[in-house]
Structure formats: C-alpha cells, structure tokens
C-alpha cells in the first residue's frame, strides 16, 4: 500500500480509501496481510478520475435520506 501510494503520489489513506471503494483492486491472502496490488491497475482510467476528484466531497443522493440541514425562508423561522 505504501509503494502504491508513493509511485502515485498520495497517501496510504487515500490508496486505502481506493480499496474500500472498490476503486482500486486489491487482494489480501489473509485478513489482516498486506493488500497485493498490481501495477496495472494504478494507471486505470478510474483511479486516475477518483484521484483527480480528491479534494471535492463526495456528493450522491440517497433516496430517502433526511438532510442534515434544513432551508430556512427568508423571512427567518417560523
């Protein structure tokens, strides 16, 4: 995960994050070992678009998920 992350440039959190996306794959021969990446897949298409995206917040819909915050009309609460 640290070669993976110093040939890219990012961190292992962010290599990490990849993985559990399922964005990047990996496979690990037992839990806990180290993740098995292949050089490969580093320069796929969607690594580099998720890498690009990095710095911007995630932004998907949920049906049916209540907002953390509501809008208030301009004439304040009511």
Same mark, same amino acid.
């Given at each position: 995960?640290?070669?993976?992350?110093?040939? /890219? @440039?990012?961190?292992?959190?962010?290599?990490? #994050?990849?993985? !559990?996306?399922?964005? /990047?794959? +990996?496979?690990?021969?037992?839990?806990?070992?180290?993740?098995?990446? #292949? +050089?490969?897949?580093?320069?796929?298409? +969607?690594? +580099?678009? &998720?890498?690009?995206?990095?710095?911007?917040?995630?932004? !998907?819909?949920?049906?049916?998920?209540?907002?953390?915050?509501?809008?208030?009309?301009? @004439? @304040? &609460?009511?």
């Amino acid at each position: 995960m640290s070669e993976a992350a110093k040939q /890219l @440039g990012v961190t292992s959190h962010a290599i990490r #994050r990849l993985i !559990n996306d399922r964005i /990047l794959p +990996a496979e690990q021969v037992m839990p806990d070992a180290p993740w098995q990446i #292949r +050089a490969s897949d580093l320069r796929s298409e +969607a690594v +580099a678009a &998720a890498l690009t995206r990095k710095h911007r917040p995630c932004r !998907n819909d949920v049906e049916g998920q209540i907002p953390m915050f509501i809008e208030v009309s301009e @004439g @304040g &609460a009511q």
